[in-house]
């Protein structure tokens, strides 16, 4: 049974780093896109981050390029997000998903939380001094 579990979740400061982990059980990591998406209360999940299937190519929302590392541990069937440089606006859940269609606009795809088709239960991030 494909399932996802996420980890590392917590209170940091602002300009604080979190590592968030995914860890992948029931099917190869290596066939599918992956991403971490987060969500607020009353708003829609967004994506923040994206790993492509076959070659690695990644996506990040412009509200967190240069601070988020999307990586993945395919033969441990892992999923990261390094996240530094943290906000109070990054506050909210953290979600990990995958997908394994073909990805033909990987921006698109990574903006599209329909469009995953397994998640995690997500875990907490709160920003906050």
């Known amino acids: 049974q494909l399932q996802l579990a996420e980890s590392g979740g917590g209170l940091v400061q602002p300009g604080g780093s979190l590592r968030l982990s995914c860890a992948a059980s029931g099917f190869t990591l290596h066939y599918y896109t992956v991403a971490w998406f987060r969500q607020v209360p009353g708003k829609e999940r967004e994506g923040v981050a994206c790993?492509?299937?076959?070659?690695?190519?990644?996506y990040y929302a412009d509200s967190v390029k240069g601070r988020f590392t999307i990586s993945r541990d395919n033969a441990k069937k892992m999923i990261f997000l390094q996240m530094n440089s943290l906000k109070p606006e990054d506050t909210g859940v953290y979600y990990c998903?995958?997908?394994?269609?073909?990805?033909?606009?990987?921006?698109?795809?990574?903006?599209?939380?329909?469009?995953?088709?397994?998640w995690g239960q997500g875990t907490q991030v709160t920003v906050s001094s």
């Open positions: 998903a995958v997908e394994a269609a073909p990805v033909l606009v990987l921006s698109k795809l990574c903006q599209t939380a329909q469009d995953f088709g397994r």
């Open positions: 790993s492509s299937k076959g070659d690695g190519s990644t």
